[in-house]
């Protein structure tokens, strides 16, 4: 008999809200359909009491998705709890999750609690929840630092108080293997009541552990993991999906458990991450990097063509990741289209495979084949685009070794058009003084990066903006064979992103944990 281990993704929670990972709720909207077709169990939602954008993202996903529990975090307040419980109750099956922090340096330096008041806070906490649903985690932040006899006191209290899971956090990425198993060793056997409820892990990546602890917390009796897609989140990371769900699904001879993810699901769920963020995967990251199943070296290439399993693991297949690609072109029906952007993660509605086939179609007419990136421009300029409030309408810049770059930008502002040049030290940076100032934006430019998508000196130029503004950070991108109209592209994508969040979802976020 083998064990079932119950996957918790956090993705579009702790995920989310790390530095640069902000989606806008289409974009979440989009990824909870993906994580349910993924078949991960718990889909943490978000945060609702953080932000009026965090709490309408939360209901609309709670009110879709059918397939898996829906939870929503909250502190101990009662204001956070409403708010979880106001997000999620549509949901079919919700779930509260309420953490404090127990470790003695928060309980000094943040909470200013002692630790019967901690107790109670959480003790009273799920009492009030309880009038709401009977499905509560609690979680002890911080805990993989916390006395472990408090640990045992504060889960055994929040079982009897109605908690149906408890899970212990190494917040801060600090645990190392064999202390974190032992710790949730030492849990199951020093709790009263901890056979009322399913133990679970929550991991971060500070020093390169976090699946390494994940598996270590599994063996030791944790029953439930919480992970990420791709692993991001807060800092290093969380642990990361793939990687515990491969390396249980891989290593099954040794690991006596199973999940019910759908492993072939696993590519296109990260792809669709990188894509909706922007933020790409490192080439070597386990199971979904872009090495993970490439074999450079002669020796080993020499090794795979006799036989795949002198240095292949797992099949790229298991992963979702199809290796023997059909190029597309112009004689490409509209099924292998949709299967195509299937692979990458999205499942979309008729409509939208009409509208983007017929692009591709326009495309297909002027160029002999379409490749990856292609679609994935496709995807982003009509699918993943949020309304226009600034659109270029003409641009003309002038560079050269022998003047002053100047940019005159034309741009349609609320229907109204708009013209001014500026200047800059170079082409792109008179392009974006001369937007900045028709705009007037108040947010600043934190990165800027040019790739190109194709080899070729006529290849598409990619650019990509980070943009800050009120704390508050978001991408713009944009694609065009001339750099400079590519660089402009991706400036106006990025303030129209800003300017959507600002009517949308509430820029002012509070404190998260
Ligand atoms: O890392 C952490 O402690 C958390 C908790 C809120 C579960 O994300
Ligand atoms: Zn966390």
């Known amino acids: 008999m083998t064990d079932k281990i119950t996957i918790f993704d956090t993705t579009l929670r702790d995920g989310e809200q790390s530095p640069g990972y902000s989606m806008n709720t289409p974009e979440k909207m989009y990824l909870a359909s993906q994580l349910e077709k993924l078949r991960v169990d718990v889909l943490e939602a978000g945060f609702p009491s953080s932000s009026e954008g965090d709490f309408e993202a939360v209901q609309m996903i709670a009110r879709k998705i059918r397939g898996m529990e829906v939870a929503a975090l909250a502190r101990t307040s009662k204001e956070d709890i409403d708010a979880a419980w106001g997000a999620i109750r549509e949901t079919a099956n919700p779930r509260i999750h309420i953490f404090i922090a127990t470790s003695d340096i928060h309980l000094q330096h943040k909470l200013r609690m002692d630790r019967n008041q901690v107790v109670n806070e959480a003790v009273e906490a799920i009492r009030y929840a ?54 949730i060793a030492y849990i199951r056997s020093h709790t009263p009541g901890i056979g009322k409820a399913t133990l679970s892990v929550h991991c971060h990546n500070d020093l390169g552990l976090a699946t390494a602890n994940t598996l270590a917390g599994i063996h030791a009796g944790a029953r439930q993991v919480e992970v990420t897609v791709n692993g991001i989140g807060e800092r290093a990371g969380n642990t990361s999906l793939e990687e515990v769900v491969m390396a249980l699904h891989t290593r099954r001879n040794y690991l006596p458990y199973f999940t019910t993810v759908n492993t072939r699901e696993i590519y296109p769920s990260s792809h669709l991450l990188a894509m909706i963020t922007g933020i790409p995967v490192q080439p070597n990251k386990a199971i979904v990097g872009a090495n993970a199943f490439a074999h450079e070296a002669g020796i080993h290439q020499n090794g795979v063509l006799k036989n795949k399993t002198t240095y292949e693991i797992m099949e790229p297949a298991t992963i979702g990741l199809e290796t023997n690609r059909i190029v597309l072109g112009k004689h490409s029906g509209r099924h292998a289209f949709r299967d195509r952007l299937r692979r990458f993660g999205y499942d979309l509605s008729e409509g939208d495979i009409d509208r983007l086939f017929m692009r591709f179609k326009e495309l297909a007419d002027k160029r002999k084949e379409i490749v990856d990136e292609d679609l994935e421009v496709l995807v982003a300029e009509e699918i993943l685009r949020v309304p226009d409030t600034y659109e270029l309408k003409y641009l003309n810049v002038i560079s050269g070794t022998a003047t002053v770059p100047t940019a005159t930008v034309q741009l349609e502002i609320a229907g109204k058009l708009e013209q001014k040049a500026g200047f800059g030290v170079g082409p792109i940076d008179a392009t974006y003084n001369t937007i900045a100032k028709m705009t007037g934006t108040g947010s600043k430019l934190l990165r800027f990066s040019i790739d190109s998508l194709t080899g070729g000196t006529d290849a598409q130029g990619s650019v990509t903006v980070r943009l800050e503004e009120e704390g508050v950070q978001t991408l713009g991108k944009g694609n065009d064979p001339d750099i400079i109209v590519a660089s402009a592209k991706a400036y106006i994508n990025g303030l129209n992103r800003l300017e959507y969040m600002k009517k949308n979802q509430s820029l002012t976020r509070k404190e998260r944990p």
């Open 130 to 183: 309880s009038q709401f649903t009977n499905n509560i985690e609690f979680s002890a932040e911080d805990g993989s630092r916390t006395d472990r006899n408090f640990l045992c006191r504060i889960f055994e209290a929040a079982i009897s108080a109605g908690a149906t899971t408890v899970n212990l956090p190494d917040t801060v990425g600090y645990a190392i293997p064999d202390e974190f198993s032992d710790l």
